[in-house]
């Protein structure tokens, strides 16, 4: 549950690059039916499971939320690599030709 709700909410984020090579991310409206679906779930899985008997502690809660934004992380990261470096330059930002120092 908790990938997956990571990996939706790193697919439905809007990435892109500043002209000074930044890279940034915001969230759409598809995003946020995404968090809401897996808050849903997220509650309904802990409902039940009360109803059971099962009692989660905040360990396990907090291994989701740890998952879930490790996935969302990976995703993001695996977009922002394939996304093309400002200005046509390396996206790291280090100059393609090395620089020449004066000499004194």
Same mark, same amino acid.
């Given at each position: ?6 990996? !939706?909410? !790193?697919?439905? *984020? ?14 759409? *409206? ?32 907090? *291994? ?24 046509? !330059? ?15």
């Amino acid at each position: 549950m908790g990938p997956a709700t990571g990996a !939706g909410w !790193g697919w439905t *984020s809007r990435l892109w690059r500043e002209a000074d090579g930044s890279l940034w991310t915001k969230g759409t *409206s598809a995003t946020v039916f995404v968090r809401t679906g897996g808050l849903a779930l997220r509650a309904a899985l802990f409902g039940a499971a009360v109803l059971v008997g099962i009692h989660h502690g905040s360990a396990a809660l907090m *291994s989701a939320l740890a998952v879930t934004l490790a996935v969302r992380s990976d995703v993001l990261m695996w977009r922002a690599g394939q996304m093309r470096p400002a200005y046509g !330059g390396p996206a790291d930002g280090m100059a393609s030709q090395p620089t020449w120092k004066d000499r004194v």
